[in-house]
């Protein structure tokens, strides 16, 4: 157990130095965190705001601890999906097992480390996702001292089984693709296909669910029992049930018998992982970073294929476009979220395409003042582009073979383009695919749909300027997998944070000023482009110095 | 020719890496750069290479000051870093063709060299696999090579002999015998005396940052014996990997 707790506090020191930190800026790092709080707040406070509305309701008719039984089986749902993403990086893309091996450690204590690393970043999640609603429900109804104890309990035990289930699943599927040697495209493979699945439930849930927002509808649902999620996950984790038994009970001696039933399930959740680890983790993870070769000599069009000359930048993009698709965790964080995030974005959409009211508005709405609309297509490509890291991890992806770069005589502006290129090319994929799904559900004009590329063009060029900004300040070079340089950094968090910012201030800008279409677009095409012009002129001028500076 | 005057550099104000360094390696000459772990090598190859900047001090590289302009002074060497677990996801012959790129080698020349480079190191089978498939020596031959397709007129070298096999070693001391004898440069940096024995026509030798002894071997076998101070350095730098 010693050896648990102490191999868990040493993962957690190593993936906590995000970014590379220089001396004296943890101040820093401290107030960009508060600004993200900052940013999330809204959010928790519409959520506190949306749980009290609900409790009001509910508790006219005496059925308020529905809400808990909603935001306990939510928060299931969220750490199980979560935890496939954490108990990948973690099990497996972190390569401190080859380090760990060889140490006198048991499977046992390894894996249990890695449980709570994972668990420690469930704890995280959990805090933002269900702290403010157990928090309000217990003011709401007075509820006592038991109340506060057993909801810290739960908080804290609530995550364990659905990680483990997760943990599971995904050593299953490690195990049995850990074959051949074109394991990492089976994983990748296997990858899409789970995102899509994640996707293709959401849209069930969604369309299930279509009037979320509908505060009174979802009240009716809650309590005629056909809330989908809800019985969804409480179907999936029986246990959650016994959770929020133990809560609303927790004035009596039943509650503490539910309770008890509770932590009895999750030590059989336990078991069952610790079980299945012992037969499922070592013959996944081994021999993780090995890729078999062919030994076959190239000759004759092959070889002139692969030593085709070509000009110094454009071999370098090349370079940083084979690494990309060649990585899983690269192709996942800066190649797919172009592909598939317009998807998630426009979700929303497919309920409106059932609804002929809405869509009548919202033609209506976009030939009426049409202004807004491009505004509003300018500001999904630019929060798309703020979502992919391939131009805010351009320098972090290197590591340790950046330092060999900087030996390199190559003009910085070549380097610059070389960086700026795959990022680019990436978002402006994006841009048509997210005009592809617009196209396929609203009624948009050719116009429009022109325009808004116009627009939006110079849009993600900025997005992707300032990632490599970013970098530029701060990478992250010192990792030791893949999956750690783009991960674990926080590079990405500023980047999608500032596609957030500069999209709300394009849409209130436009909203503010009303103009129609072709003004606005040209305007916004013109504001783009010549701050595009201007950050390339800062890129240029002192991104060399800044690079100099970057040592280690 | 590398020339350093005054060089200096300190990772965190506290202590020098490296302390205020004088040395000048000539052409025609593999110059050795000996001292014991830690003791400012590799900071002072990055320093040379651009990778760094120095505190204080400067480095012209056959006259070209490198802090004054880079790109020619990058232009005029090849570096062969101690860590050679780089461009991992590279195919060999796509990483030695990304650096011949890089350094503008028209097609057939690269292509010839290439041949040539792979035949000797015994790589030939490997061009066409990930690097990620490599050996530690493996690895360590083809960052060499990515560097040699270029033909730099100085090779500076990080602990090159490290992990390599002794066929693969006697190819590349062979090869840094040939380019130091057509009256260029070669500067490569080693923790063991034995090697800089049988290499070097001149070697310098470097404790906690600065040059403590430079000139050729003989001379510093005699000067080892007339400082007896030196002697603990001196077993540090004879004993064997
Ligand atoms: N990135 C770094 N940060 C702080 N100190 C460093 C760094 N790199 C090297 N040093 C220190 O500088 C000294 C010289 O290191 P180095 O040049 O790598 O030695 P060598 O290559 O001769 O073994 C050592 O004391 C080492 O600890
Ligand atoms: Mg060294």
């Given at each position: 157990?010693?050896?648990?707790?102490?191999?868990?506090?040493?993962?957690?020191?190593?993936?906590?130095?995000?970014?590379?930190?220089?001396?004296?800026?943890?101040?820093?790092?401290?107030?960009?965190?508060?600004?993200?709080?900052?940013?999330?707040?809204?959010?928790?406070?519409?959520?506190?705001?949306?749980?009290?509305?609900?409790?009001?309701?509910?508790?006219?008719?005496?059925?308020?601890?529905?809400?808990?039984?909603?935001?306990?089986?939510?928060?299931?749902?969220?750490?199980?999906?979560?935890?496939?993403?954490?108990?990948?990086?973690?099990?497996?893309y972190?390569q401190?097992?080859e380090?760990?091996?060889?140490?006198?450690?048991?499977?046992?204590?390894?894996?249990?480390?890695?449980?709570?690393?994972?668990?420690?970043?469930?704890?995280?999640?959990?805090?933002?996702?269900?702290?403010?609603?157990?928090?309000?429900?217990?003011?709401?109804?007075?509820?006592?001292?038991?109340?506060?104890?057993?909801?810290?309990?739960?908080?804290?035990?609530?995550?364990?089984?659905?990680?483990?289930?997760?943990?599971?699943?995904?050593?299953?599927?490690?195990?049995?693709?850990?074959?051949?040697k074109?394991?990492d495209?089976?994983?990748?493979?296997?990858?899409?296909?789970?995102?899509?699945?994640?996707?293709?439930?959401?849209?069930?849930?969604?369309?299930?669910?279509?009037?979320?927002?509908?505060?009174?509808?979802?009240?009716?649902?809650?309590?005629?029992?056909?809330?989908?999620?809800?019985?969804?996950?409480?179907?999936?984790?029986?246990?959650?049930?016994?959770?929020?038994?133990?809560?609303?009970?927790?004035?009596?001696?039943?509650?503490?018998?539910?309770?008890?039933?509770?932590?009895?399930?999750?030590?059989?959740?336990?078991?069952?992982?610790?079980?299945?680890?012992?037969?499922?983790?070592?013959?996944?993870?081994?021999g993780i970073s090995d890729s078999a070769g062919?030994?076959?000599?190239?000759?004759?069009?092959?070889?002139?294929?692969?030593?085709?000359?070509?000009?110094?930048?454009?071999?370098?993009?090349?370079k940083e476009?084979r690494v990309i698709w060649r990585t899983p965790a690269y192709?996942?964080?800066?190649?797919?979220?172009?592909?598939?995030?317009?998807?998630?974005?426009?979700?929303?959409?497919?309920?409106?395409?059932?609804?002929?009211?809405?869509?009548?508005?919202?033609?209506?709405?976009?030939?009426?003042?049409?202004?807004?609309?491009?505004?509003?297509?300018?500001?999904?490509?630019?929060?798309?582009?703020?979502?992919?890291?391939?131009?805010?991890?351009?320098?972090?992806r290197e590591g340790q073979a950046f330092?060999l770069s900087?030996?390199?005589?190559?003009?910085?502006?070549?380097?610059?383009?070389?960086?700026?290129?795959?990022?680019?090319?990436?978002?402006?994929?994006?841009?048509?695919?997210?005009?592809?799904?617009?196209?396929?559900?609203?009624?948009?004009?050719?116009?429009?749909?022109?325009?808004?590329?116009?627009?939006?063009?110079?849009?993600?060029?900025?997005?992707?300027?300032?990632?490599?900004?970013?970098?530029?300040?701060?990478?992250?070079l010192?990792w030791t997998s893949e999956q750690e340089a783009?991960?674990?950094?926080?590079?990405?968090?500023?980047?999608?944070?500032?596609?957030?910012?500069?999209?709300?201030?394009?849409?209130?800008?436009?909203?503010?000023?009303?103009?129609?279409?072709?003004?606005?677009?040209?305007?916004?095409?013109?504001?783009?482009?010549?701050?595009?012009?201007?950050?390339?002129?800062?890129?240029?001028?002192?991104?060399?110095?800044?690079?100099?500076?970057?040592?280690? | 020719?590398?020339?350093?005057?005054?060089?200096?550099?300190?990772?965190?104000?506290?202590?020098?890496?490296?302390?205020?360094?004088?040395?000048?390696?000539?052409?025609?000459?593999?110059?050795?750069?000996?001292?014991?772990?830690?003791?400012?090598?590799?900071?002072?190859?990055?320093?040379?290479?651009?990778?760094?900047?120095?505190?204080?001090?400067?480095?012209?590289?056959?006259?070209?000051?490198?802090?004054?302009?880079?790109?020619?002074?990058?232009?005029?060497?090849?570096?062969?870093p101690?860590s050679p677990d780089l461009f991992l996801r590279l195919k060999g012959l796509e990483y030695v063709?990304f650096m011949?790129?890089?350094?503008?080698?028209?097609?057939?020349?690269?292509?010839?060299?290439?041949?040539?480079?792979?035949?000797?190191?015994?790589?030939?089978?490997a061009l066409g696999d990930t690097i990620q498939s490599y050996s530690h020596g493996m690895r360590q031959k083809i960052v060499?090579?990515g560097?040699?397709?270029?033909?730099?007129?100085?090779?500076?070298?990080?602990?090159?002999?490290?992990?390599?096999?002794?066929?693969?070693?006697?190819?590349?001391?062979?090869?840094?015998?040939?380019?130091?004898?057509?009256?260029?440069?070669?500067?490569?940096?080693?923790?063991?005396?034995?090697?800089?024995?049988?290499?070097?026509?001149?070697?310098?030798?470097?404790?906690?940052?600065?040059?403590?002894?430079?000139?050729?071997?003989?001379?510093?076998?005699?000067?080892?014996?007339?400082?007896?101070?030196?002697?603990?350095?001196?077993?540090?730098?004879?004993?064997?990997?």
């Open positions: 157990m010693n050896n648990i707790w102490l191999l868990t506090k040493i993962m957690l020191k190593n993936s906590s130095r995000m970014g590379a930190r220089k001396k004296g800026s943890e101040w820093k790092s401290l107030m960009l965190v508060a600004l993200m709080l900052i940013g999330f707040l809204p959010m928790i406070i519409s959520g506190v705001w949306f749980v009290a509305e609900m409790y009001d309701g509910l508790a006219q008719i005496g059925q308020e601890s529905a809400i808990l039984g909603m935001g306990l089986a939510m928060v299931s749902c969220a750490i199980f999906v979560l935890g496939i993403v954490y108990v990948i990086t973690v099990f497996y972190s401190d097992v380090h760990l091996l060889p140490l006198p450690l048991a499977p046992r204590e390894i894996l249990g480390a890695k449980f709570l690393v994972a668990l420690f970043y469930e704890y995280l999640t959990e805090l933002v996702l269900i702290g403010p609603l157990l928090v309000v429900y217990g003011v709401k109804s007075d509820a006592g001292v038991l109340y506060y104890l057993f909801a810290i309990v739960l908080f804290l035990v609530v995550p364990v089984v659905p990680l483990a289930l997760s943990s599971i699943l995904v050593m299953l599927f490690m195990r049995f693709t850990n074959i051949g074109r394991k495209r089976l994983r990748l493979i296997g990858g899409i296909v789970g995102i899509g699945a994640v996707l293709g439930f959401q849209y069930f849930i969604q369309r299930q669910n279509s009037a979320m927002e509908d505060i009174e509808q979802m009240q009716q649902q809650l309590l005629s029992g056909e809330n989908v999620l809800l019985n969804l996950a409480t179907q999936i984790f029986p246990s959650t049930k016994l959770a929020v038994l133990a809560l609303v009970e927790s004035g009596y001696w039943s509650g503490l018998g539910y309770l008890f039933a509770f932590l009895l399930a999750t030590l059989a959740g336990i078991l069952l992982f610790s079980f299945a680890g012992d037969r499922l983790y070592f013959a996944g993870v081994m062919t030994r076959r000599k190239v000759e004759g069009h092959a070889f002139a294929k692969l030593a085709q000359m070509r000009p110094a930048w454009w071999s370098y993009t090349i476009w192709m996942l964080n800066c190649l797919l979220p172009s592909l598939l995030m317009p998807f998630l974005i426009l979700i929303p959409l497919v309920g409106i395409q059932d609804r002929k009211d809405l869509l009548e508005a919202f033609r209506g709405w976009i030939t009426g003042t049409g202004g807004i609309s491009v505004a509003i297509f300018l500001a999904g490509s630019i929060v798309l582009a703020g979502m992919n890291s391939a131009s805010v991890t351009a320098i972090t330092f900087k030996s390199f005589p190559l003009p910085f502006r070549q380097f610059l383009l070389a960086k700026l290129f795959p990022g680019t090319i990436l978002s402006i994929l994006s841009i048509f695919v997210l005009l592809a799904i617009a196209v396929w559900f609203l009624p948009i004009t050719p116009l429009l749909a022109g325009l808004a590329v116009f627009v939006s063009i110079p849009g993600v060029m900025l997005m992707n300027q300032f990632g490599f900004l970013i970098d530029l300040q701060r990478p992250k010192s783009v991960k674990q950094n926080i590079n990405p968090l500023f980047s999608l944070l500032f596609g957030g910012v500069l999209a709300a201030i394009t849409i209130l800008g436009v909203v503010s000023w009303g103009g129609s279409l072709i003004p606005v677009a040209l305007v916004l095409f013109l504001v783009f482009g010549i701050l595009n012009l201007m950050l390339y002129q800062v890129l240029v001028k002192k991104g060399p110095e800044w690079m100099d500076k970057i040592e280690k | 020719m590398i020339e350093l005057n005054g060089v200096s550099k300190s990772y965190n104000g506290i202590r020098r890496a490296v302390d205020n360094l004088d040395l000048t390696i000539p052409d025609g000459e593999i110059f050795g750069f000996l001292g014991p772990n830690g003791a400012g090598k590799t900071t002072t190859i990055k320093m040379i290479t651009g990778i760094i900047k120095p505190d204080a001090g400067q480095i012209r590289i056959n006259g070209t000051d490198i802090a004054a302009d880079p790109i020619k002074a990058k232009q005029r060497f090849g570096y062969v101690d063709s011949a790129d890089i350094y503008g080698v028209e097609q057939e020349l690269r292509n010839s060299r290439i041949e040539t480079l792979a035949k000797r190191f015994d790589m030939l089978d060499i090579m560097v040699l397709v270029h033909h730099p007129e100085v090779w500076i070298l990080d602990e090159p002999l490290t992990g390599l096999d002794p066929k693969s070693s006697f190819t590349l001391k062979e090869m840094m015998r040939e380019h130091a004898d057509s009256g260029r440069t070669v500067f490569f940096s080693t923790h063991v005396l034995e090697v800089a024995e049988k290499l070097c026509d001149r070697v310098a030798i470097i404790n906690k940052g600065k040059i403590l002894f430079c000139g050729t071997f003989p001379q510093m076998q005699e000067h080892f014996q007339s400082h007896e101070s030196l002697e603990s350095l001196f077993l540090e730098l004879t004993k064997h990997e």
